[in-house]
Every structure is written in structure tokens, then in C-alpha cells.
């Protein structure tokens, strides 16, 4: 089956540093990636769709300049937080359909494992 | 604009039980609609989708849900739960001609042994 590797799963960061997250699919090509956030006990909230080879669409209220994303690759988008503070704390998710599947925008999205940011 | 929601934040079901985890949508047009569960500190994994068709879809792990176009619901079933289906479960729905894929709030499902 289609699989989105995510990495790291886990970091733990520096107030004012910044932290690259990685979503790759393995086994499909993904023109659009799409970043949610996800607090705790809440739904995921998307905040970009990321797309292959121009600029991410972020959604209201998601800071761009602090939430860079880039889809150099039809397998890879990144995910850079920059001057981390603790507030930007949570679950960020990635996920991915697979645009080589005839009729893949009925398909469903296929999720990696998540990176829980903690900045001190 | 679309939306999901999941008016229960728990739903507490004893082993070997039928379970409901219900959701109702609102969008324009045919909507798309998603299960999708969710275990500890992981990502989402797809369990079923209605697109067109029979209003009842099977998918993963026995799971299956019912399409109501009147209701605007789509409930997710299962006929006998399982300890193992303890999860966060969410709904979504995509409205046509659209590539976002909206949320509901999530409902915690646990069954009990």
C-alpha cells in the first residue's frame, strides 16, 4: 500500500532555533501534500497545500514566513519552522494522495506518522 | 462552506457490542466522505469512503458506514466492537471540485472489555 514516511517523529528544540520536517511518499508520486497541525484533544487543522514545484496555498491565519514549505520533488515536501517558540508546540501531520492513480482526487489521502515539535 | 461535525467527543461501548460513531455534513454540492482513525502519537488511517453509489460502504477492519442524503449524516458502524478499536476516529468531507479535505472535531471511541 501507498506509504508517506515523516521524519523526525519526534524533536525537541531551542526557543528561536528552527526545525525541518520531512514527508515523503515512498512508493507513489504526490503532486500536492498538504501539512495539518493538530493540538491536543482537537481535530487537525489544515494549515498549506503543498504543491509541486510552486508556491504552498496557506490556509488563513497560518503565517508563511514563519511556516516555509517546500515540494522540490514530486516525493518530498518540507515543513520549516522558523524561530521556534513554545507556542508553535504540537503535532504537525503530513499527508499525500497519489496523483498517478486514474481518478485520484476521489482517493483517499494516505497520512504519515506525525512529528511531535516540543520547543523549550 | 463545508463542514463536519462529530457531536460526540466519547463514545463508550462495551466488547462485542455494536458501536455508532456518528457525523453529520455540510457542504454543496455531492460531497466525498471519509472515516478515518487515528491510534496514539500516529497519523490517520483511512478506513472507508462514500463517493457515489450504494449509500452503504464496507471498509477496514470491519468497519462500515451509512450515507443519508436527507440526514446529511454518515454514521460509521460496526456490528460487534472490539478492545482494539479504542481510537480517536475522524470524519472528513471534500466538496467536488475542491482538494481540501475538512476535518471533523474527533470522537474517542472506547470499548470496554
Known amino acids: 500500500g501507498a506509504v508517506v514516511s515523516q521524519h523526525p517523529s519526534w524533536v525537541i528544540c531551542k526557543s528561536g532555533t528552527s526545525v525541518k520536517i520531512e514527508c515523503r511518499s515512498l512508493?507513489?508520486?504526490?503532486?500536492?501534500m498538504f501539512w495539518y497541525r493538530q493540538f491536543p484533544k482537537q481535530s487537525l487543522m489544515l494549515m498549506a497545500t503543498?504543491?509541486?514545484?510552486?508556491?504552498?496555498?496557506?490556509e488563513q491565519g497560518v503565517e508563511k514566513d514563519k511556516f516555509l514549505i517546500n515540494h522540490a520533488s514530486l516525493t518530498l515536501s518540507t515543513l520549516t519552522v522558523t524561530s521556534a517558540h513554545p507556542e508553535d508546540s504540537s503535532f504537525y501531520i503530513c499527508?499525500?494522495?497519489?496523483?498517478?492513480?486514474?481518478?485520484?482526487?476521489?482517493?483517499?489521502?494516505?497520512f504519515g506518522n506525525g512529528t511531535r515539535l516540543t520547543v523549550t | 462552506a463545508q463542514s463536519v461535525a462529530q457531536p460526540e467527543d466519547q463514545v463508550n461501548v462495551a466488547e462485542g457490542n455494536p458501536l455508532t460513531v456518528k457525523c453529520t455534513y455540510s457542504?454543496?454540492?455531492?460531497?466525498?466522505l471519509f472515516w478515518y482513525v487515528q491510534y496514539p502519537n500516529r497519523g490517520l488511517q483511512f478506513l472507508l469512503k462514500?463517493?457515489?453509489?450504494?449509500?452503504l460502504v464496507k471498509g477496514s477492519y470491519g468497519f462500515e458506514a451509512e450515507f443519508n442524503k436527507s440526514q446529511t449524516s454518515f454514521h460509521l458502524k460496526k456490528p460487534s466492537a472490539l478492545v482494539s478499536d479504542s481510537a480517536l476516529y475522524f470524519c472528513?468531507?471534500?466538496?467536488?471540485?475542491?482538494?481540501?479535505?475538512?476535518f471533523g472535531t474527533g470522537t474517542r471511541l472506547q470499548v470496554f472489555p
Open positions: 472528513a468531507v471534500r466538496a467536488i471540485n475542491t482538494d481540501k479535505l475538512i
Open positions: 462514500y463517493i457515489t453509489g450504494d449509500n
Open positions: 499527508s499525500a494522495r497519489d496523483s498517478g492513480r486514474q481518478g485520484s482526487y476521489n482517493s483517499p489521502l494516505h
Open positions: 457542504v454543496s454540492g455531492n460531497p466525498y
Open positions: 503543498s504543491n509541486e514545484g510552486s508556491k504552498a496555498t496557506y
Open positions: 512508493d507513489f508520486q504526490a503532486t500536492t
